[in-house]
């Protein structure tokens, strides 16, 4: 285990002061294979409720971040290789790929050249499946996962990886094509297996992507349109606990983004979840945030509010330990590990759907 930071150790310090907000993460727009604009994107998010949009296009990126419409857009952009796609917020422009690199992609050489142009990174759609059936479909699987679990952060639920894994009936397809929020996949089982494993030595912050390009044809593979940016604000979104609330600013506001981002303070989820919280309750009446990480001590608990009524369930290094229906949950934490939540509502006309999957709180050996 390595040392823990002062400040993870540290509970947050003004958790009643906690900013949340929703982010759509990962959209593609005009500048590169996006069908629309940055404003349009803006005017967009701004109708649905979305106060953050990152911005990720193909190997460009905006300038710098901008207040749009009550919106804030952040500039990041989707290291897009072959393969072993990054998304990288904030920062500088990364230096060009060098024309004699792997076409299928460096993982290694992709991390370096944005880490040293100051960008917050995260491993994108890792296990992006073909969809079946369809011979044209391509796949989009990280090659270099060793390299890939390096990345700061990990998109944890990629919208359009969700709409094609397991997609093994017409009929679902047209449940995933009208209602998405219904009937898209949860996160790869795979994925949530590599991010608990890697959890085990680090923090593993994770967010969900969209993927966003409003494709509505031109390639075989999707004939119609999977999914409108419209559809997307509503569908994977990243809830985002920020330590203060926006300054107007834009520099300084993309920083509040990245720093939640970075401290894994954030929640994916399928459709809305507003007002939900996550805490962890030391036995001194102290408070931390998901994505924080300290030695385990006896008589933590974790305490759950649900916008409405979900089936909750506390996992413990990917095994649910505790788990029951309702909207308010005050569970022990019985002894270290990987600690996270997972919550699913019911399905008409039967079953459940995912809808929350909130970053760990990291309890080590004390
Ligand atoms: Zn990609
Ligand atoms: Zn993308």
Not at 69 to 98: F, T
């Amino acid at each position: 285990m390595g040392e823990l930071s002062r400040q993870s150790e540290e509970s947050f310090p003004s958790v009643h002061r906690i900013h949340a907000v929703t982010a759509l993460i990962h959209v593609h727009t005009t500048l590169s294979d996006g069908r629309a604009s940055v404003e349009e994107v803006a005017r967009t998010a701004a109708a649905s409720g979305v106060e953050v949009v990152v911005l990720t296009d193909h190997d460009r990126s905006l300038a710098g971040p901008r207040w749009v419409e009550g919106v804030l857009l952040v500039a990041g952009s989707e290291a897009s290789p072959r393969h072993n796609h990054l998304i990288l917020v904030g920062g500088g422009r990364p230096p060009a790929r060098p024309p004699e690199e792997d076409p299928e992609g460096d993982m290694a050489a992709e991390l370096a050249r944005a880490r040293a142009a100051g960008a917050w990174t995260a491993l994108a759609h890792p296990l992006d499946p073909a969809l079946p059936l369809v011979s044209s479909s391509r796949s989009f699987v990280a090659l270099d996962l060793a390299a890939g679990v390096e990345a700061d952060g990990l998109e944890l639920w990629n919208a359009m990886s969700a709409f094609k894994r397991g997609l093994d009936s017409p009929w679902l397809g047209l449940g995933r094509v009208l209602m998405p929020g219904r009937y898209l996949a949860g996160p790869d089982p795979v994925v949530l297996a590599l991010w608990d494993t890697v959890g085990r030595r680090r923090c593993w912050p994770a967010f969900a992507g969209a993927d966003a390009h409003g494709f509505s044809s031109g390639r075989a593979w999707l004939p119609v349109r999977i999914y409108s940016y419209r559809r997307h604000m509503r569908l994977l979104t990243t809830g985002l606990w920020l330590e203060r609330p926006f300054t107007g600013r834009a520099e300084a506001d993309q920083e509040l983004v990245i720093s939640a981002l970075r401290a894994g303070r954030a929640y994916c989820v399928l459709g809305r979840a507003r007002g939900f919280t996550c805490r962890l309750r030391g036995p001194e009446g102290r408070v931390w945030l998901p994505g924080a990480e300290l030695a385990y001590r006896p008589g933590l608990e974790v305490e759950v509010e649900l916008p409405a009524r979900g089936w909750a369930r506390l996992v413990c290094h990917g095994r649910p330990v505790v788990q029951g229906w309702g909207r308010r949950f005050r569970w022990p934490v019985e002894g270290p590990g990987v600690w996270r939540l997972e919550v699913f509502r019911r399905r008409w006309p039967g079953g459940l759907r995912p809808w929350i999957y909130c970053n760990p709180f990291y309890l080590r050996e004390g």
